[in-house]
């Protein structure tokens, strides 16, 4: 089956402008994240969805973060006046279940470049 | 603070030589642990994870809770095992929080 997806592959955008990434998880996935991957470092955590609620918000860095699941499925990411700092990979992954036996898959990322 | 250590940022060995990626953490409570593989362009996936006790690619994890340590082991490394290996523990009052080390890449030559 299809696995997690990711849209743009790629963005480039310039200081202060606004964005959006998306992400399609595993149908019938209920849980969902999103990380963070600067460059030469590991995903950092920045919110995790359970259905369509934000259960844990707690790694979004500042207000200008902010991400929707509003029917459960799709989740969009969207930062506004992007800064330079805000360039990284960011990551979607999905999974089916909670607690020790979880597997998270991850997809692709989105390439986010601020210049 | 919660804090995970992979203090090795590359490790070159030979093919059919030991390696040994090293992970350490610093938590409250017994976090489970897992590691995640990022191989060439590819996505990030699991390998394997404690609770499981499990051996997959011929990898094993040991943890020691007295060193707080989850040290990722292969006997006999292969070419195929080149890529780039996350410790990565989660915290079992917030499941689903996965925190990765920095990552150790992995270069297994011929």
């Known amino acids: 089956g299809a696995g997690v997806s990711q849209t743009p592959s790629n963005k480039v955008t310039e200081k202060g402008k606004y964005v959006e990434l998306r992400c399609d998880p595993i149908s019938g996935h209920t849980a969902l994240y999103w990380y963070r991957q600067s460059l030469g470092q590991g995903p950092e955590f920045l919110i995790y969805?359970?259905?369509?609620?934000?259960?844990?918000d707690s790694g979004l860095p500042n207000d200008r973060f902010f991400a929707v699941r509003p029917e459960g499925s799709v989740s969009t990411l969207k930062i506004q006046r992007t800064e330079r700092g805000d360039s990284a990979v960011y990551l979607c992954a999905s999974s089916s279940q909670r607690g020790p036996q979880e597997t998270q898959y991850f997809g692709p990322g989105t390439r986010l470049l601020v210049l | 603070a919660q804090r995970v250590t992979q203090p090795e940022k590359l490790l070159s060995v030979f093919k059919g030589a030991p390696v040994e990626l090293k992970c350490n953490y610093s938590y409250s409570g017994s976090p489970e642990l897992f590691w995640y593989v990022q191989y060439s362009r590819q996505r990030l996936q699991l390998l394997l994870r404690h609770i499981s006790r499990e051996s997959i690619k011929g990898f094993t994890a040991d943890l020691n809770k007295g060193e707080t340590s989850f040290h990722l082991k292969k006997p006999f490394a292969q070419e195929e095992d080149s890529a780039m290996y996350y410790c990565?523990?989660?915290?079992?009052?917030?499941?689903?929080?996965?925190?990765f080390g920095a990552g150790t890449q992995v270069v297994v030559t011929p």
């Open positions: 990565a523990p989660l915290p079992t009052d917030s499941w689903g929080k996965l925190q």
């Open positions: 969805f359970q259905g369509t609620g934000a259960a844990d």
